[in-house]
């Protein structure tokens, strides 16, 4: 059996839901990382910032499109520094201005891909994919990245079903 790694950053609190903000316990992504997990076993780990974010949407927003007109790298609490023991790698997060939280920049530039499979998984309320599958080519360098999936937000926790389905296809 293959080795996963379910690398993921997830945002709780205030996030924009179906055209408004709702404040949520749990992150989407956070959800459908632990929907990958169930379906094909594997090693979550959560990227964290040692800055946080804004608890407001709106001030968070504005900062993930200051570090992406940037390309900031922030600092993270904790980090992998190897993931040769993993054949696939589930690169979850929000698409935050049409591509991942720089965060999740921070942690992939410092890994090694080659020979690796990797899987991006999206949280969005209208984006889709964004640029994640251009951008994980650029950074994965080594990687045969896979073919994606974009999850609806507001509706992540009702995505069990497809989640699992597709990270099945994944391997």
């Given at each position: 059996m293959?080795?996963?790694?379910?690398?993921?950053?997830?945002?709780?609190?205030?996030?924009?839901?179906?055209?408004?903000?709702?404040d949520?316990?749990?992150?989407?992504?956070?959800?459908?990382?632990?929907?990958?997990?169930?379906?094909?076993?594997?090693?979550?780990?959560?990227?964290?910032?040692?800055?946080?974010?804004?608890k407001?949407?709106?001030?968070?927003?504005?900062?993930?499109?200051?570090?992406?007109?940037?390309?900031?790298?922030?600092?993270?609490?904790?980090?992998?520094?190897?993931?040769?023991?993993?054949?696939?790698?589930?690169?979850?997060?929000?698409?935050?201005?049409?591509t991942?939280?720089?965060?999740?920049?921070?942690?992939?530039?410092?890994l090694?891909?080659?020979g690796?499979h990797?899987?991006?998984?999206?949280?969005?309320?209208?984006?889709?994919?964004?640029?994640?599958?251009?951008?994980?080519?650029?950074?994965?360098?080594?990687?045969?990245?896979?073919?994606?999936?974009?999850?609806?937000?507001?509706?992540?926790?009702?995505?069990?079903?497809?989640?699992?389905?597709?990270?099945?296809?994944?391997?």
């Open positions: 293959a080795n996963n790694l379910i690398l993921y950053y997830s945002r709780t609190g205030e996030n924009y839901w179906n055209g408004g903000i709702k949520i316990a749990k992150g989407n992504t956070e959800i459908a990382a632990e929907y990958i997990q169930k379906a094909v076993g594997g090693d979550l780990f959560q990227v964290e910032t040692v800055q946080d974010y804004p407001d949407y709106y001030s968070c927003i504005d900062v993930a499109k200051q570090e992406l007109r940037a390309q900031a790298r922030p600092a993270l609490k904790r980090s992998l520094d190897t993931i040769s023991q993993y054949d696939n790698i589930f690169v979850c997060g929000p698409c935050w201005w049409g991942f939280p720089m965060a999740m920049f921070t942690q992939l530039e410092q090694d891909f080659t690796k990797v899987f991006p998984l999206m949280t969005h309320e209208g984006s889709g994919l964004g640029s994640c599958e251009r951008d994980l080519k650029k950074v994965c360098k080594g990687a045969v990245i896979g073919k994606g999936l974009a999850v609806h937000g507001a509706d992540a926790a009702k995505s069990e079903s497809a989640v699992a389905a597709w990270a099945r296809k994944c391997i």
